[in-house]
């Protein structure tokens, strides 16, 4: 009886587990065993990697193969562990030697020919291998640049199954990962080529400060897509630890750019109306995948066109609203993806939409049925309503409007000033902040809480919306650079509340 032994990663969300892999060649006719709960992609590549084994020129022992995977209880899935998968069975018939994988990570996936491909998720099972305490990593060539963005261990690339084999003997170097090229901001609209419309804009700078939700009414062609589309355009770069993890979610939907794989600016996602609550929320067959509220942590989430949008898929924000994160259940356990982002929601008045509100057709009942999909425990989660409305004139006017550059100054500096009030919290921008240190460790003075306290005795307001409120307050006063929140801050982040969408 002969063992080899070999390791790999199991990813579950942006989360990773090392996989240890067990090979057994005993007596009995030749065959291939998997245990340890392989999915059917896993299953099949039992010939996938006796066929790569083979074609590298390498034998295939004749025995009974056993290859384990543990834990045992955990599922495997997906082709990540091909590599793991040869290496430990030429080990275990004494083709390589082990000193080498007694301490690496094995990631990719084997074609027939024995060609090396890339898989999704290899961020995070490198950031997993890392901190079991493995000291290097094999990894696809063409993933080098992703595997690259690690520190703290060894990363190689592997394009074919002989350069590893070469190199687990001693005979060979493999890829070691290029300096990774500085990521570039991708191109978007200025802020300055909005006409008009200076209660939107001052809106979307206090969305961007705080990290607050945003909804945008008015007619067609008024300028709500324009304006949140140049929201990104607003925020700051986003923190090392907040880019990997941003990387990682994207890494694991396969959809990280090969020249710059590190994502340092806000992410813009912005779904088709007709979107279902498994492309909303993540899921799908097997292993549950990122969804679009996922794909948008740490940047902005645009729901154009709300109101056509299944109510089904509207309520199914509620939590990740609330609790920044998504949990999708499977049978084999739960996937939890981060799911901490801006959203912004844009919205016709009614179905007809006019360009003046004078000139509606719709009758009351359906104008109140239209925007009747944003309930009212959706709508207590957005802190910003604004009602935009057309300008007779101003579009052909000469008048210098604030550009972008402009205004990310003033947000970036009242984002300095909430990252500093909070980092005892571990919290960078008001939007995050639970309300009971609004209420207890932060409290505002009795004269500044008065509008709230009487909005909240006159059952206009929830206790949740109050927090909100506060929270938004908060960035009106970093935005003017005061120390506390006054009564002025406090009246006009009511006023973004307690305004009608009619």
């Known amino acids: ?28 006719l030749p065959s291939v065993h998997l245990v340890g709960r392989p999915d059917t992609t896993l299953q099949e590549s039992r010939d996938r990697v006796r066929a790569a084994v083979t074609n590298t020129g390498e034998k295939w022992p004749d025995g009974r193969v056993i290859l384990a995977l543990s834990p045992a209880t955990l599922p495997k899935v997906g082709s990540v562990y091909d590599l793991a998968l040869a290496a430990a069975v030429l080990d275990a018939a004494g083709v390589i030697p082990s000193h080498r994988l007694a301490d690496a990570v ?23 291998a890392r901190t079991a305490g493995r000291r290097t990593v094999v990894v696809p060539a063409a993933a080098l640049p992703e595997a690259g963005l690690v520190d703290g261990i060894r990363v190689l690339g592997a394009a074919t199954l002989s350069e590893l084999m070469d190199w687990l003997r001693g005979g060979g170097e493999l890829a070691l990962p290029e300096a990774v090229p500085t990521p570039v901001r991708p191109p978007i609209g200025d802020l300055s080529e909005v006409v008009g419309q ?3 804009r001052w809106a979307l700078e206090v969305a961007a400060a705080g990290g607050h939700h945003l909804l945008l009414t008015g007619p067609p062609g008024i300028g709500k897509t324009m304006l949140a589309q140049r929201l990104p355009g607003l925020l700051p770069q986003l923190r090392e630890c907040d880019s990997l993890e941003v990387t990682a979610i994207h890494s694991v939907a396969g959809i ?29 067959s097997g292993s549950a995948r990122p969804g679009a509220v996922s794909r948008a942590h740490r940047g902005v989430l645009f729901l154009d066109e709300c ?42 008045p009614c179905p007809c939409a006019p360009a003046r509100d004078i000139d509606c057709i719709c009758a009351p009942l359906a104008r109140r049925r239209y925007l009747g999909k944003l309930s009212g425990p959706l709508m207590d989660r957005i802190d910003l309503t604004v009602q935009m409305h057309s300008q007779a004139a101003g579009a052909f006017s000469g008048d210098e409007v604030e550009s972008s550059e402009v205004v990310r100054a003033r ?21 995050e902040v639970p309300g009971h240190v609004l209420r207890q ?62």
């Open 256 to 284: 990280l750019s090969d020249d710059h794989p590190l994502i340092t600016a806000p992410p813009f996602v912005a779904p088709h109306h007709s979107t279902s609550v498994a492309a909303m929320v993540g899921g799908g």
């Open 198 to 200: 200076d209660e939107a």
């Open 411 to 431: 947000v970036t500096a009242a984002r300095t000033a909430a990252a500093q009030r909070w980092s005892t919290l571990n919290m960078s921008t008001n939007a």
């Open 307 to 348: 109101a056509e949008i299944s109510a089904k898929v509207l309520e199914a924000l509620r939590t990740p609203l609330e609790e920044g994160e998504i949990r999708i259940a499977r049978r084999d356990g739960v996937a939890r993806y981060p799911a901490r982002f801006q959203l912004v929601l844009a919205a016709n």
């Open 1 to 28: 009886m002969s063992l080899g032994r070999a390791f790999s990663v199991a990813v579950s969300g942006v989360e990773g587990q090392l996989v240890e892999i067990e090979a057994d060649i005993g007596q009995g």
């Open 441 to 502: 460790q932060f409290r505002l003075p009795k004269e500044a809480l008065a509008p709230v306290e009487t909005a909240l005795r006159h059952g206009r307001m929830s206790a949740r919306g109050a927090d909100r409120a506060i929270r938004v307050a908060w960035t009106v006063c970093d935005l003017r650079g005061g120390d506390c929140p006054s009564t002025q801050d406090v009246l006009q982040a009511l006023n973004f509340r307690q305004r009608g969408i009619a």
């Open 106 to 128: 094995l990631l990719g996936e084997l074609a027939l020919d024995g060609r090396v491909r890339r898989v999704r998720g290899i961020l995070p099972a490198v950031l997993a």
